[in-house]
């Protein structure tokens, strides 16, 4: 019986960890893949993760709700990404060069405006727990996963829906696959692809909104790791 319980904690500690760890990568990766599905690139979307990181635990502290926090944090991220649509849409504009400007300014603003909110505490997101069925106490803990999670889950299958059965989806696949097409048939290139590299952006910031407010659930200045810059490349 203890053989079982202990690989029974191995177990729920390794997926509890998983999803938690993994989080982050889900949103940022949704995000540029709606942008690349556009035909637009988006380097600058570990600058998003950090920027949206700060702004994120900022909202929560100032107003004491973390969902507040979740929305200042991809409200954050969308601007970001939205001003690196709108210079990519400008003439030979390289949207790599862009991507990295881009990921300087989200971090190094981050940093600038964050260093007031290195020491202070933030409310947290609420955990769901998947544990209960377990009388292990290390079992319950592992198994507390971010309450935004669900909502990437059923974002991610919304998507592979969307880009299939709806016409905005559709659309934006064609912006991607055949600008001529597309201004063809009578719609802005240029406009799909800011609308959906900004709609990236607030899905990443999410993202960051799951570093600072539930794990590891404070602001410093090394929260990301690079993870932006990971999640771009398993997109590509």
């Not at 940022?28 to 988006?42: D, H, I, Q, Y």
């Not at 400008?90 to 020491?119: C, E, H, S, W």
């Not at 989806?169 to 991607?176: D, E, F, K, Y």
């Not at 960051?208 to 932006?228: D, V």
């Amino acid at each position: 019986r203890m053989n079982v319980e202990a690989w029974l904690s191995l177990f729920a500690a390794v997926l509890g960890g998983a999803l938690r760890v993994g989080a982050p990568f889900l949103f940022v990766s949704l995000g540029e893949c709606l942008t690349e599905k556009s035909g637009r690139v988006n380097l600058g979307l570990e600058g998003v993760l950090v920027l949206s990181a700060m702004a994120a635990f900022g909202g929560a502290y100032l107003t004491g709700s973390p969902w507040m926090g979740v929305l200042v944090g991809a409200g954050c991220g969308a601007l970001l990404a939205l001003l690196h649509g709108l210079l990519c849409s400008l003439p030979r504009v390289n949207d790599i060069a862009t991507g990295i400007a881009l990921m300087m300014l989200g971090m190094g603003l981050a940093f600038y405006l964050g260093k007031p909110l290195i020491q202070p505490q933030a409310p947290q997101l609420p955990a769901i727990e998947l544990g209960n069925w377990s009388s292990l106490p290390a079992v319950r803990a592992a198994l507390q996963i971010n309450a935004l999670l669900p909502i990437g889950l059923l974002l991610a299958v919304a998507m592979a829906w969307g880009f299939t059965r709806t016409r905005a989806g559709l659309l934006v696949r064609m912006a991607g696959d055949s600008a001529q097409a597309t201004r063809a048939l009578g719609y802005s290139v240029a406009g799909i692809r800011v609308a959906a590299t900004a709609a990236g952006g607030f899905i990443a910031g999410l993202g960051g909104a799951c570093l600072s407010l539930f794990y590891p659930g404070s602001w410093n200045e090394g929260i990301s790791s690079g993870q932006g810059l990971i999640a771009v490349a398993l997109v590509i």
